[in-house]
């Protein structure tokens, strides 16, 4: 009797979920066994800070799959467990109440969790973060009452939840520790687009600022940050950035908590795996880094399934995303070098633009539009291919810059 | 169900996608290769407008919003997040007119 393989996959996220669609569609016969730690079947979270938390959407348009279809694909889902162990030697996973599973090969999709704000007072009632649905239920709850809201934090999820806020006629005031939204990801330029944006829409903002004391009573009255006085806050959403859920791992992490993985998603043990938010990624392009975004989920998620399968494919995705606020979107693929060129398509002033990056060497690296999504995903394929453009042609609107591609 | 006159064929070049409204339905027209591909224009991910800023590649079509792949001829989902796929519809061009049977 042949016994079937066993394929674990450690995390019923979207990297997850997509890795065992994938395997069930290269044909994979063997025992796909899905853990997750959430009660909810597998969901998209872009929404939670968006349609969801605006009460435009139920929870269920967020799911990943429905119910049926991990029957129909045999994925053995298993919901609210908590996988505590892998044993990279034995090859199995424990789970915390002790069960285990042994696997050929394993897939480890544990996504992050929010890194917490150590501030006096964070415990206090109406302090939120935001990663799951539960927490947007709270957040909107909080809403239904009225503000003022204070959101600390203006990353993606913090300039998000603010203009959800907005929309649902809630103050708010955002601190944020950086010079302007979103800067560690936009860059000055394209964050002050954005900031113009949040301030014509009523958010107050606050930069280079920082909490120093949540006070109040049971629940939280005002936020004290080290440049202003109190801000009056009858809730906070904090969104400071995220953590990524190494700690399964048994062999080293990297400085940052994620998983190193090769350029094929292996880590060092052979067969088992990494994607998504935990794995540190030792990318073709850009060497290592780690991605939290969507559509890397999805990706590697695609990529690490195959190659479970022996398709030893260099995952060389140069990393998409989008960000919707208020009636305008947000796009951006690969990387700004620090020592590059910028050449823009578009204008700030007018907010519609698309910022092309390139480095020193005149590689195109990166493209960053708000409100002008079409070149940034015609710059997906451009970016992958390293090609050296025209900085007169890229920023003529006129130009396609399909041709830049190769073959 | 018939076929039903949507716009003129000069309206639409080679490589071109446009959105029509054809009996309440919004219908996407695309035009690769000298042949048509009429489909729904809405994302089955999130209701993005597929002719809206969607690119052609092949017969293939992507959704700007989040980057779901559909073919154009059979309206399969190519590429995630979408997981539904989109309907297609019978489509040909007659005396100067695209025409769909939706």
Redesign the interface.
Known sequence: MIRRQTFVIVGASLAGVTAAAILREEGFEGRVVLLGEEELLPYERPGLSKVYLRGEEPAESLTVRDADWFDDQDVELMRGVVAERLDATARTVTMADGESVEFEQALIATGSRNRPLEAPGVDLGNVFDLRTVADADRIRAAAAHGGPAVCVGMGFIGAEVAASLRQMDVDVTVVEIFETAIWKVLGRDAGDVMARIHADHGVKMRFNDTVDTFVGGAAVERVRTSLADDIPAAFVVVGIGVVPNGEIWPLSLTEDGGIPVDPTLQTEVPGIWAAGDVASHDHPAFGRLRVEHFDNAIKMGETAARNMLGAGLVHDDPHWFWSDQYDVQVQMVGVRPPDGTVVVRGSYEDRSFCAFSLDAAGVLRGATSIAWPRDVRRAIALVRQQVRPDPAKLADPGFDIRQFAEG | MAFQQVGPSGDLGEGEVQAYDVGGEEIAVARVGGTLYAFSDICTHRRCNLAN?G?IDGTSI?C????SVFSMETGAVLH??A?EPIATYPVRESQGQIEVDA
């Open positions: 800023g690119e992507e700007e919003c989040h980057g995630a997040p997981t």
